[in-house]
């Protein structure tokens, strides 16, 4: 029986769709989801010339081809990340593992490095600016945070610490008898659903004419959300806590989500700093010389 202060799980089978020995699970659902929102948004962003100035802007078909490098990008960062930030020593034991991505197991700054290699090859491949292709991606993300954090939810996993005391708390079925912060759906709200406001309020604002500046933005904004729910994430039973004890509802231990958001926090700053000084734009003549396969195209 669960505490008197939790509420219960909802019991939602972890398969969405099921046809015959075909099953499709909710998270695997919400990186198709959220890879497909994405890029219905981006063909949206680029289809609207006043929102990149003098920038060259990707055509439709660019982002058709770049949602595949970026799911490819998302996937083997992710994978290739949880590996070496969260569980190394497990899978040098058992490196047959790390190709079992069925079995669960993805880091989000693993899969957002993956990303970003990504696009910066496709923008140098394509001739675009690899900054502004980095702000376009950071508009979108947020779609597929928080339908992934849903699905955390959904799954029962990734839960927040004990709050017997929490009106809210739930009593998640492989988080043992002690109700918790329902963490994931804070960083649904945060992550996903309060920084695609916040981005979407930044894009109408300052658009694309100022290559990084949208980038910088999210990953500041990122980190800043991410932290702020690590006060509430149970951390990773096979690392713990990396600095504290963590002692107490809010108690005061440094996870390992925490200290990658530390150097995001500097690269944030350093884009945002750079973008308004005009650093990142590129030179004149260059910007000639991409503009004009586009306008032979047309």
Request: some cysteine; aromatic content about 12%.
């Amino acid at each position: 029986m669960p505490p008197l202060l939790a509420l219960p799980f909802p019991a939602i089978d972890p398969v969405a769709i099921a046809i015959g020995p075909l099953q499709i699970k909710w998270y695997a659902l919400a990186y198709i989801v959220g890879l497909v929102g994405g890029w219905y948004y981006a063909k949206r962003l680029v289809a609207a010339p006043g929102l990149w100035g003098s920038v060259r802007r990707p055509t439709a078909a660019d982002i058709d081809d770049l949602i595949v490098w970026v799911a490819l990008g998302v996937v083997l960062g992710g994978r290739i990340g949880y590996v070496l930030f969260y569980n190394l020593a497990a899978y040098l034991s058992h490196p047959a593992e790390i190709l079992a991505i069925w079995r669960g197991g993805m880091s989000f700054h693993g899969g957002f490095l993956g990303a970003v290699l990504a696009l910066l090859l496709f923008a140098r491949r394509r001739g675009l600016n690899g900054y502004a292709m980095l702000d376009l991606a950071a508009v979108v993300v947020p779609i597929g945070l928080f339908f992934g954090r849903v699905a955390n939810f959904v799954n029962g996993e990734l839960w927040g610490r004990a709050a017997p005391d929490f009106a809210y708390a739930i009593a998640f079925p492989s988080g043992g008898p002690v109700p918790r912060h329902p963490s994931q759906l804070y960083e649904a709200a945060t992550e996903g659903l309060l920084l695609f406001c916040l981005m979407a309020l930044a894009v109408r604002r300052f658009g694309f004419r100022r290559p990084g500046l949208l980038g910088g933005l999210f990953v500041l904004g990122y980190a800043v959300a991410r932290t702020a729910c690590e006060v509430f994430r149970e951390p990773d039973p096979q690392l713990g806590f990396l600095f504290g004890s963590g002692v107490g509802a809010l108690g005061g231990g440094v996870t390992m989500g925490m200290l990658l958001c530390l150097p995001m926090v500097v690269v944030g700053l350093v884009f945002v700093v750079r973008a308004l000084r005009g650093d990142t734009r590129p030179r004149p003549r260059l910007e000639r010389e991409a503009a004009e396969p586009e306008a032979r195209s047309a």
